[in-house]
Nanobody, 118 residues
Framework: VQLVESGGGLVQPGGSLTLSCVTSGFSFYVNYMTWVRQAPGKGLEWVSSIFRDGSITYYNDAVKGRFTISRDNAKNTAYLQMTNLKSEDSARYYC????????????WGQGTQVTVSS
C-alpha cells in the first residue's frame, strides 16, 4: 500500500487549499477513503470519509460546510477541498482506506502539512 498526500501549504485564515491523495497497492474502488489530521502535540482526528462510489460523504462537525471530500476511482485518488480555513485547521493531513470516524491504520503515508496563519 502506498499513500501519497500533497497540496498542503501556508494559507491565510479564510483561504482555501485542495489536498490530493494518490494511492496504489490496493483496490481503491472498493474502499472507503478517509482523511484524518494531526495537530502538533495532539492525537489523530478524523476529518472526513467518502463511500467507495462517492455517493455518501461524512464530515466531522468541525469542518462541515467548509470541507468537501471527493474521489476519482479512475485515478485511484482522493481529494479534500478546504475552504474558509481557520487556524485550528492547522495540522498534518493524512489519507487512508479506512472506515468513517476511525483513525486506526498501520500504513500511513507522509501526510501533507497545512498551516493557517496570517
Amino acid at each position: 500500500v502506498q499513500l501519497v498526500e500533497s497540496g498542503g501549504g501556508l494559507v491565510q485564515p479564510g483561504g482555501s487549499l485542495t489536498l490530493s491523495c494518490v494511492t496504489s497497492g490496493f483496490s481503491f474502488y472498493v474502499n472507503y477513503m478517509t482523511w484524518v489530521r494531526q495537530a502538533p502535540g495532539k492525537g489523530l482526528e478524523w476529518v472526513s470519509s467518502i463511500f467507495r462510489d462517492g455517493s455518501i460523504t461524512y464530515y466531522n462537525d468541525a469542518v462541515k460546510g467548509r470541507f468537501t471530500i471527493s474521489r476519482d476511482n479512475a485515478k485511484n485518488t482522493a481529494y479534500l477541498q478546504m475552504t474558509n480555513l481557520k487556524s485550528e485547521d492547522s495540522a498534518r493531513y493524512y489519507c487512508a482506506p479506512i472506515q468513517p470516524r476511525t483513525t486506526y491504520y498501520d500504513a500511513w503515508g507522509q501526510g501533507t502539512q497545512v498551516t493557517v496563519s496570517s
